[in-house]
């Protein structure tokens, strides 16, 4: 069973996800660059579900995008579904990497969750 990752090229994060996903013989699929095309609200939305993580949590809240945009203090106000259409919109400020199997998702790289997630395919 593979992966489909979407990740930067040119962030270090997503690269050390994709060394231990290849180190563990997990086999990528896909890899979708994440800021030229980035999942769509619905697709975002299946995601947010499989992970069992909040819709915060996929939000890069380090990023420039998300500074300049001064998220932190409006996306308390915004609908859950406006949220969901700013990510689309924008793959800069979606948290990377994004790993799925279609069935589980990881958001980030911590290798401790990579081995408890990713790790039992071997």
């Known amino acids: 069973m593979g992966v489909k990752v979407y990740g930067y ?7 050390n996800a994709t060394k231990w996903l290849k180190a563990h013989e ?12 980035p999942p769509a609200a619905d697709e ?17 809240t380090s990023g420039e995008v998300y500074k300049e ?4 203090d ?6 859950r579904q406006e949220q969901l259409e700013l990510l689309a919109g924008n793959g800069r400020l979606i948290k990377r990497p994004i790993v799925t199997d279609g069935k589980q998702v990881t958001v980030g790289f911590k290798e401790e969750q990579y081995t408890a997630v990713w790790g039992k395919q071997e």
């Open 44 to 60: 975002l939305e299946k995601l947010v579900a499989d992970s069992g993580l909040e819709l915060k949590k996929f939000f890069n």
């Open 74 to 79: 409006k996306l308390a106000s915004m609908s």
């Open 9 to 15: 090229d040119k962030c270090g994060t997503c690269r």
């Open 26 to 37: 997990i086999e990528i699929e896909a890899s979708i660059p994440l800021f030229e095309t």
């Open 69 to 72: 945009l001064g998220l932190k």
